[in-house]
């Protein structure tokens, strides 16, 4: 429209585009700074023009992680793409360890939920996938269609510092690849405690499945030294020692296992304990 600033334009076209409808921030925990009114600015930010604004944005709010990459990219390339075979191997051992089948997951920090949704493959669980992106929102929406698990599969926006679920309401919470983003671990990892169900079962940290399946994705990213300077640079600033201290500091009887493959956080609420 003449006159209009072409700021102004972009905005009136991205308004013809149809984001997902956020969930209601009424499920959000009281008590949570700012609850509603963040996720009403998140929502704002969803409408707004760019997905850089969008990213920026949050990140600023929740001073976490920053995308180079859009999200509907690193979907495609990365969890479509070379990680592929790594979730369905995750989802896999996680079943085989702690037993669970049925009941209720969460993948936290899922991004495009290919570990949620494998999960719900295996297994008759129903699954949220929660992200602190609006994008991602949508794509596991998409992702759990494509795999034909949308209906055991739902997604919502939040942190992991303020999870929008009831005490002891969770029967496994799983985790990969996000915990290294958080803005406060301690913070996270109570709040897995605290929304699993006595006898639940929490699985949250990083990896690649087997260190085969690692030599793979890093053969194909041989011509991105960056990916594995930052990998390894995670490594380095979140070893085992520091999760055992949280644990420790939380007073939640957990181990930290170690191995070329990943680093993950497993621990099972005892069964005894009153929500
Ligand atoms: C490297 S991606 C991993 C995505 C997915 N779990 C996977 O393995 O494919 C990290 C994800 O954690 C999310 N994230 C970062 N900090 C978070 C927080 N505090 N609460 C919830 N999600 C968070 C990011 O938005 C991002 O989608």
Same mark, same amino acid.
């Given at each position: 429209?003449?006159?209009?600033?072409?700021?102004?334009?972009?905005?009136?076209? &991205?308004?013809?585009?149809?984001?997902?409808?956020? %969930?209601?921030?009424?499920?959000?925990?009281?008590?949570?700074?700012?609850?509603?009114?963040?996720?009403?600015?998140?929502?704002?930010?969803? /409408?707004? %023009?760019?997905? @850089?604004?969008?990213?920026?944005?949050?990140?600023?709010?929740?001073?976490?992680?920053?995308?180079?990459? +859009?999200?509907?990219? &690193? +979907?495609?390339?990365?969890?479509?793409?070379?990680?592929?075979?790594?979730? %369905?191997?995750?989802?896999?051992?996680?079943?085989?360890?702690?037993?669970?089948?049925?009941?209720?997951? @969460?993948?936290?920090?899922?991004?495009?939920?290919?570990?949620?949704?494998?999960?719900?493959? $295996?297994?008759?669980?129903?699954?949220?996938? @929660?992200?602190?992106?609006?994008?991602?929102?949508?794509?596991? /929406?998409?992702?759990?269609?494509?795999?034909?698990?949308?209906?055991?599969?739902?997604?919502?926006?939040?942190?992991?510092?303020?999870?929008?679920?009831? *005490?002891?309401?969770?029967?496994?919470?799983?985790?990969?690849?996000?915990?290294?983003? !958080? =803005?406060?671990?301690?913070?996270?990892?109570?709040?897995?405690?605290?929304?699993?169900?006595?006898?639940? !079962?929490? !699985?949250?940290?990083?990896? &690649?499945?087997?260190?085969?399946?690692? /030599?793979? $994705?890093?053969?194909?990213?041989? *011509? *991105?030294?960056?990916? +594995?300077?930052?990998?390894?640079?995670?490594?380095?600033?979140?070893?085992?020692?520091? &999760?055992?201290?949280?644990?420790?500091?939380?007073?939640?009887?957990?181990?930290? =296992?170690?191995?070329?493959?990943?680093? !993950?956080? $497993?621990?099972?609420?005892?069964?005894?304990?009153?929500?």
């Amino acid at each position: 429209m003449k006159g209009q600033s072409k700021k102004q334009e972009e905005a009136d076209d &991205f308004g013809k585009v149809s984001f997902p409808k956020l %969930p209601c921030p009424e499920c959000f925990r009281d008590g949570v700074q700012g609850t509603k009114k963040s996720w009403a600015s998140a929502q704002n930010l969803a /409408r707004q %023009p760019s997905r @850089v604004v969008v990213v920026r944005a949050i990140t600023k709010r929740y001073k976490t992680m920053s995308y180079t990459m +859009n999200a509907a990219e &690193f +979907n495609e390339k990365i969890m479509k793409g070379h990680f592929r075979k790594i979730y %369905p191997v995750i989802a896999a051992q996680i079943v085989e360890r702690t037993g669970v089948r049925s009941g209720r997951c @969460v993948d936290l920090g899922g991004g495009p939920g290919m570990l949620g949704v494998c999960l719900a493959k $295996i297994t008759s669980l129903t699954v949220t996938v @929660v992200d602190l992106m609006p994008e991602c929102v949508e794509l596991a /929406r998409e992702n759990s269609a494509e795999a034909g698990v949308a209906e055991r599969v739902d997604v919502v926006q939040g942190v992991a510092e303020a999870l929008p679920f009831d *005490d002891a309401s969770i029967d496994l919470v799983v985790s990969r690849g996000s915990i290294f983003f !958080w =803005e406060d671990q301690q913070k996270g990892l109570a709040e897995v405690y605290r929304v699993l169900r006595p006898g639940g !079962w929490a !699985w949250i940290g990083g990896g &690649f499945g087997t260190a085969e399946l690692l /030599r793979e $994705i890093e053969a194909a990213k041989a *011509d *991105d030294p960056e990916w +594995n300077r930052k990998r390894r640079e995670r490594m380095t600033q979140n070893p085992p020692e520091h &999760f055992r201290a949280i644990l420790e500091r939380l007073g939640i009887d957990g181990v930290v =296992e170690h191995q070329e493959a990943g680093t !993950w956080i $497993i621990f099972r609420k005892p069964a005894e304990v009153e929500a």
